[in-house]
C-alpha cells in the first residue's frame, strides 16, 4: 500500500520508566524510516503520565541516546511531555463528564478479578460502578462509558481489522486512583492535538486499536489516524521476548564501545530488516523500505532471530 507523502505526521513516543533498549530501538527504525519514506515528520513525545515510575534521569538519558543514535525530531517540533498537559486532560474530560458519558470507579483491580474470574487473558471491567454516576467528591477512578460498538479499520501492514472494545476491555479507565492519566486517554487526546496521523507502531498494541479509535470519535476527530503496527523482536517460536531480555540499554552499547551505526544495525537485525546485524546509519533508515510495495512488504516474512544481546 503506497501512502502519499504529503501532510504525515508521526511520532516516537518512549516512556522515561526506563532506559531505551533494543525494543524501543526497532520501534524507532520503524517510525523515523517510514516516515523519511512518506515524506513525513516525527515528533518526539515522551509518556510521562505515570508519575509514580517515571524519572527525570530516564528522560535525560533517552534524549542522549536518541541525540547519540542520530534520531533527531523533525521541523520545528518541540519535544512534548505528558506531564506538562494537565489542564488539557482536565478540559477533554470535563466536556465528557458534561455528555454524562463519564462515572466514579471505585473498585480495585483484585475486586474485578474476583467478579469476572479475569479469564487470563485481558482483564474486562464489569460495569459495576456505571449506574452510580460522576462524584467527584469520592476518591477512585474515571471510567468512560463505551456503548457496545464494532470499531472497524484498516491496519497499514495487518489489513482490516475488527475490534469491539466494550466486549475487550469494558468501560475505558481515563484516570487512575491516584490521579494518574492513563495511557489509552493521554495518547489519544495528544494524538489529536499534535496532528499526529500516521501511529506506527508494534502488535503488541494492536488491541487497543479500536478503544483509541472509539475514544477519539467521541471527542470529535473528523480525521482518524491511520495505524501500522510492525513485528517485535521474537525467539523462535515467535514469542515477544520479555522485559528482563531487554536489561541490555543503549547506554551499554556505547559504554562497551560500539557505534551508533553497530546499535541500529543490530536492532534491525532482529526483526529480519537488515542482514547480519552489519552497521546501519541513521540517514540510510528510509531505504529499508521499498516504495512500489506496502513499505513493510518485505519486513512481514522476515522474522530473523539473532542471538539476544
Known amino acids: 500500500m503506497t501512502i502519499p507523502a504529503c501532510n504525515i505526521v508521526t511520532r516516537f513516543a518512549p516512556s522515561p520508566t526506563g532506559y531505551l533498549h533494543l525494543g524501543h530501538l526497532v520501534n524507532a527504525i520503524y517510525v523515523w524510516g517510514l516516515a523519511e519514506r512518506w515524506g513525513g515528520q516525527v515528533l518526539l513525545r515522551l509518556e510521562d503520565h505515570d508519575r509514580g515510575r517515571c524519572r527525570p534521569e530516564y528522560e535525560a538519558a533517552i534524549l542522549e541516546d536518541l541525540d547519540w543514535l542520530g534520531l533527531q525530531p523533525h521541523g520545528a517540533f518541540p519535544v512534548c ?15 465528557l463528564v458534561a455528555r454524562d458519558l463519564v462515572y466514579t470507579c471505585t473498585c480495585s483491580r483484585k475486586e474485578i ?4 474470574g479475569g479469564g487470563g487473558g485481558e482483564l474486562r471491567y464489569d460495569g459495576h460502578c456505571r449506574d452510580q454516576g460522576y462524584r467527584p467528591e469520592q ?4 471510567r468512560l462509558h ?3 460498538h464494532t470499531v472497524s479499520f484498516e491496519d497499514l501492514l495487518l489489513g482490516p481489522q475488527t475490534q469491539c472494545p466494550a466486549r475487550q476491555c469494558g468501560d475505558l479507565l481515563l484516570r487512575d486512583r491516584h490521579d494518574n492519566w492513563t495511557y489509552q486517554f493521554a495518547v ?5 492535538d499534535q496532528g499526529v496521523n500516521r501511529i506506527v507502531r508494534g502488535e503488541d498494541l494492536l488491541e487497543s486499536t479500536g478503544r ?3 475514544l477519539a470519535q467521541l471527542l470529535g476527530r473528523p480525521d482518524g489516524a491511520a495505524f501500522l503496527h510492525h513485528p517485535l523482536i521474537s ?8 522485559k528482563r531480555d531487554f536489561a541490555k540499554g543503549i547506554r551499554d552499547y556505547r559504554a562497551e564501545g560500539h557505534t551508533a551505526a553497530d546499535v541500529l544495525g543490530k536492532a534491525a537485525a532482529h526483526v529480519g530488516l537488515w542482514p547480519d546485524a552489519t552497521p546501519l546509519a541513521a540517514t540510510d533508515l528510509r531505504a529499508l523500505f521499498p516504495t512500489d510495495t506496502n513499505p513493510m512488504a518485505l519486513a512481514r516474512n522476515k522474522h530473523v532471530e539473532k542471538e539476544t544481546p
Open 188 to 192: 489519544t487526546v495528544d494524538d489529536w
Open 139 to 142: 476518591q477512585g477512578g474515571l
Open 212 to 214: 483509541q479509535i472509539q
Open 146 to 148: 463505551l456503548d457496545d
Open 235 to 242: 525467539d523462535p517460536g515467535g514469542h515477544k521476548l520479555s
Open 81 to 95: 511531555r505528558q506531564s506538562e498537559r494537565h489542564a488539557r486532560y482536565v478540559q477533554v474530560l470535563e466536556a
Open 113 to 116: 478479578v474476583a467478579r469476572t
